[in-house]
Structure formats: structure tokens, C-alpha cells
């Protein structure tokens, strides 16, 4: 089975948008900058209301924007870098991702990077929408499209990691 699809900046500006917890450490550091951002906000508010001192205002502010970054907007940063450093390695602006799945392993392939990863190290497959993400261990995944697939389909291909999965 083959999923083929096209990595352009315009996907890659979609992946940016979407979010995903899977693993318990981007669930803890979700949480741990989640309540940083609220301590330095209810830090902010107290050092307000009791005319604090401007250290503590600005410590508390920078502690704000740090926390609203690494929630909200350092996927786009990150994703931005990736894609740039892809297309500079790559020498192209758009290139081709394949996922095959033999019997042995599954083989992405990036333009012409070859990666090979083993069905016994897969932690989770997620679906949504059009999109299943293959999840390995470090929160790391392959992203399939469902109608990508020009070999097989992704019925069939869930079925056969089901089955390598159990060996």
C-alpha cells in the first residue's frame, strides 16, 4: 500500500493550525504553560492593583507573552522553520511524501530522504476528518491522508498495521 501527497507551503501552513496533544508530555507542557501564563496574569493583577514595584509588572508581562507564544503561536514559528529548511535542503519549493507500507516496515520517503520505521514501535493512530496520524514514541507521527492513497486503501492499510502491530 502507498499514500502519496504533495508538501507545499500552503500545507504546511495548514498543519500549523492544527493542534495535537497525544503523548502525557505535550499534555504536561500544555498544562505547565497554561498555568505559567495564569500565575504570570494573576501576578500582573496583583502587582496592578497594589502599585507594585515595575520589576514585578514587567517580570509578569513577559511571563504573559511567553506562555501565550508557546500555546498559541510557536507551532507557526516552528512549522514556518521546518518547511524552510526542507525546501533549502531539498532545492525545491514543493516536493513529493510517500508513505509505503511493506511487509517488513513502513518507508517514508521525502523527495529523495528515505526513512524507515518499524510497525512494532507505533504508540497510537488517531484519525480526523480526511487526515490519521501514525504516532511514534518523542510525540513524533506520520500524517496520512485517507484519500491519498494510491495503492490500496486506508481501510486496507489499517487493517494490515492492526495485524503487524499484534506480531
Same mark, same amino acid.
Given at each position: 500500500?502507498?499514500? =502519496?501527497?504533495?508538501?507545499?507551503?500552503? #500545507?504546511?501552513?495548514?498543519?500549523?493550525?492544527?493542534?495535537?496533544?497525544?503523548?502525557?508530555?505535550?499534555?504536561?507542557? %500544555?498544562?505547565?504553560?497554561?498555568?505559567?501564563?495564569?500565575?504570570?496574569?494573576?501576578?500582573?493583577?496583583?502587582?496592578?492593583?497594589?502599585?507594585?514595584?515595575?520589576?514585578?509588572?514587567?517580570?509578569?508581562?513577559? @511571563?504573559? @507573552?511567553?506562555?501565550?507564544?508557546?500555546?498559541? %503561536?510557536?507551532? %507557526?514559528?516552528?512549522?514556518?522553520?521546518?518547511?524552510?529548511?526542507?525546501?533549502?535542503?531539498?532545492?525545491?519549493?514543493?516536493?513529493?511524501?510517500?508513505?509505503? %507500507?511493506?511487509?517488513? =516496515?513502513?518507508? @517514508?520517503?521525502?523527495?529523495?530522504?528515505?526513512?524507515?520505521?518499524?510497525?512494532?514501535?507505533?504508540?497510537?493512530?488517531? =484519525?480526523?476528518?480526511?487526515?490519521?496520524?501514525?504516532?511514534?514514541?518523542?510525540?513524533?507521527?506520520?500524517? @496520512?491522508?485517507?484519500?491519498?492513497?494510491?495503492?490500496?486503501?486506508?481501510?486496507?492499510?489499517?487493517?494490515?498495521?492492526?495485524?503487524?502491530? #499484534?506480531?
Amino acid at each position: 500500500m502507498k499514500n =502519496e501527497y504533495i508538501i507545499n507551503k500552503q #500545507r504546511v501552513k495548514e498543519w500549523s493550525k492544527e493542534y495535537h496533544l497525544h503523548d502525557k508530555t505535550s499534555i504536561r507542557k %500544555f498544562v505547565a504553560w497554561f498555568v505559567i501564563g495564569c500565575v504570570g496574569l494573576l501576578a500582573l493583577i496583583v502587582s496592578i492593583t497594589s502599585n507594585g514595584n515595575w520589576l514585578y509588572i514587567c517580570s509578569s508581562v513577559v @511571563l504573559v @507573552l511567553t506562555a501565550i507564544y508557546q500555546l498559541v %503561536f510557536s507551532r %507557526f514559528t516552528s512549522w514556518r522553520i521546518r518547511y524552510k529548511a526542507c525546501a533549502h535542503h531539498y532545492g525545491v519549493p514543493e516536493w513529493i511524501r510517500t508513505h509505503e %507500507f511493506t511487509e517488513e =516496515e513502513i518507508i @517514508l520517503t521525502d523527495h529523495t530522504f528515505v526513512t524507515d520505521y518499524q510497525y512494532g514501535d507505533i504508540e497510537a493512530i488517531t =484519525e480526523k476528518g480526511n487526515t490519521v496520524m501514525i504516532w511514534f514514541p518523542n510525540n513524533y507521527a506520520l500524517r @496520512l491522508y485517507k484519500d491519498a492513497f494510491v495503492e490500496g486503501s486506508w481501510e486496507a492499510c489499517k487493517e494490515f498495521i492492526s495485524q503487524k502491530r #499484534r506480531k
